[in-house]
């Protein structure tokens, strides 16, 4: 009767739906990085949380980083320009800042004059002045240019309180823009608060690729070594 019942098949089949019942509980748990998911309406928390970004933008961003030659030069420029409104289309996109989207306020005999950062008229500047005129605003050099003019940087800003899968869908769907418009040749660095949160997620996922073969070989083992001549 116990050979019977711990047979080597009996064993195997076991496990087997063990292992199987772990997996799908596994793809049915929510990873949400949000304030939502960990404090109710009701808390103090959450509506501490949900009053300051009353007055502040979220700070959940994805900072693209463009480096190398030709950045002023028309093929580079036109490729970003034509991306930007895509990326502004994506869902759960709020805003996307770069030197199309910034305004440069100068001073005038009777005021002051607001105009593009880069606008229409500066197509026809050599790339060394359109460079120039971009590193001559006071905010953009730190912000979307770096201060030697070397790099470019394309912030999009999301949504408040987005889960962390709808985070995800939205970096893919910016990724395959700039692949599309051929940007990522130039593309060295994401940094932000929404990028960190893919990469806890994706160190999570990466850490469980290792863990459940792992563990999936050592039941196995056990098994063996618990039952060698059944």
Not at 126 to 149: K, N
Not at 215 to 220: Q, R
Request: net charge neutral; glycine share 4%; proline share 4%.
């Amino acid at each position: 009767m116990f050979r019977r019942l711990f047979s080597p098949v009996f064993c195997a089949v076991f496990l087997v739906i063990f292992l199987g019942i772990g997996l799908a509980g596994l793809s049915l748990t929510s990873v949400n990085h949000a304030m939502r998911a960990y404090f109710s309406h009701d808390d103090r928390q959450y509506k501490a949380d949900q009053h300051l970004q009353s007055f502040f933008p979220g700070d959940d961003v994805f900072i693209f980083l463009f480096s190398g030659q030709g950045l002023f030069e028309d093929a580079f420029l036109k490729n970003m320009q034509t991306a930007i409104p895509q990326l502004k289309a994506v869902k759960n996109v709020d805003r996307v800042l770069s030197i199309f989207t910034l305004d440069h306020i100068s001073g005038t005999e009777d005021g002051f004059e607001v105009r593009p950062l880069f606008s229409q008229s500066d197509w026809a500047l050599p790339r060394d002045v359109r460079q120039q005129v971009v590193l001559d605003d006071r905010i953009a050099p730190g912000f979307v240019v770096s201060e030697d003019g070397k790099a470019l940087a394309l912030v999009v800003r999301l949504e408040k309180n987005l889960a962390t899968a709808q985070q995800i869908e939205v970096r893919t769907r910016l990724f395959q823009i700039l692949k599309q418009q051929n940007l990522s040749s130039y593309l060295t660095a994401v940094s932000g608060p929404s990028e960190v949160v893919y990469m806890q997620y994706q160190a999570m996922i990466d850490s469980l690729n290792i863990l459940m073969p792992l563990a999936s070989f050592l039941s196995f083992a056990l098994l063996i070594w618990l039952f060698p001549r059944v």
